[in-house]
Nanobody, 122 residues
Framework: QVQLVESGGGLVQAGGSLRLSCAVS????????MGWFRQAPGKEREFVMT???????YYADSVKGRFAGSRDDAKNTVYLEMNSLKPEDTAVYYC????????????????WGPGTQVTVSS
């Protein structure tokens, strides 16, 4: 049973930076493709980025050039470095494991973490 726990969220001013972490336990981490999603109040869960077991990455257009995903296979952890944050980045951020299907669809993932709140003030 794979378990995920996100951390690193908080309150930051527009233009600032945050680094989120997602600690993974219970699986062979180096074989897993991981995804980051976010969900703002009243909105659907939205794809942010995916990092494959090969370390290849894919980003949503809305975060490309501002966000960077990485992974440390020795620490069983994935990271999301978020720069030039905007108020519209405010959301709960989740990590999850890609199991099947299209990488940018939330339905392709399971083993979701509880999420971490990111709030960007203007």
């Amino acid at each position: 049973q794979v378990q995920l726990v996100e951390s690193g969220g908080g309150l930051v001013q527009a233009g600032g930076s945050l680094r989120l972490s997602c600690a993974v336990s219970g699986g062979t981490f180096s074989d897993l493709t991981m995804g980051w999603f976010r969900q703002a109040p009243g909105k659907e869960r939205e794809f942010v980025m995916t990092i494959r077991w090969s370390h290849n990455t894919y980003y949503a257009d809305s975060v490309k050039g501002r966000f960077a995903g990485s992974r440390d296979d020795a620490k069983n952890t994935v990271y999301l470095e978020m720069n030039s944050l905007k108020p519209e980045d405010t959301a709960v951020y989740y990590c999850a494991v890609l199991r099947r299907g299209t990488y940018y669809l939330a339905t392709s993932y399971d083993s979701w973490g509880p999420g971490t709140q990111v709030t960007v003030s203007s």
